[in-house]
């Protein structure tokens, strides 16, 4: 079960740098709103962390919080997206 874990935070990180950087045209759109798409997708990341990696929970939250920063910087520099 560990494995799917970790394969699965893995998985979301990279599906958070993709949404993040593609044309807002080309997002999918769902019915939900934009904050709750959000905080689902960086929540269900955070939990297949903590469940992948099982110890060093701290360093974990931090890394994560350090990732979303960065994504919201890279997008200041592609045409057509920013920072939300």
Do not use: C, N
């Amino acid at each position: 079960m560990k494995r799917l874990f970790l394969v699965a935070s893995w998985f979301l990180l990279l599906t958070i740098v993709v949404l993040s950087i593609v044309p807002p045209q080309d997002r999918p759109v769902t019915p939900a709103p934009h904050e709750a798409e959000h905080f689902g997708i960086f929540l269900l990341t955070g939990l297949a962390f903590g469940l992948g990696y099982e110890s060093r929970h701290a360093a974990q939250a931090l890394g994560l919080v350090l990732f979303a920063a960065a994504i919201e910087l890279v997008q200041l520099g592609i045409p057509g997206r920013m920072p939300d």
